[in-house]
């Protein structure tokens, strides 16, 4: 993702109105879970993207599901992406 780790961390707080999210001191693994979904985000900070005169941030996420209901992953997903979109023109 071109995100900040930072930034990244920031975005996910509208997810607490439905998840626990649990982060670990190093903010390098984050635990979102709720009844029917349990998600490991595990984030890896990349070099930054170079783009001529442009450079941005770069930052690997994997996601590991456990014990989640098909359901509920899509739920998941439809809230992690509404936290992510950025208006543009």
């Known amino acids: 993702m071109t995100i900040a780790h930072a930034e990244f961390l920031r975005s996910l ?6 998840y626990q999210i649990e982060i670990d001191e ?13 998600a490991v985000l595990q984030l890896h900070e990349m070099g930054p993207i170079k783009l001529g005169s442009l450079t ?3 930052l690997k ?10 359901d509920e992953l899509s739920q998941f997903w439809t809230r992690f ?7 543009g023109g």
């Open 81 to 87: 992406d509404l936290c992510f979109r950025r208006g």
């Open 13 to 18: 707080s509208p997810l607490k109105q439905h």
């Open 26 to 38: 190093a903010g390098r693994e984050v635990e979102i879970s709720s009844r029917g979904l349990r």
């Open 56 to 58: 941005m941030p770069s």
């Open 61 to 70: 996420v994997v996601f590991r599901f456990e014990d989640s209901a098909v």
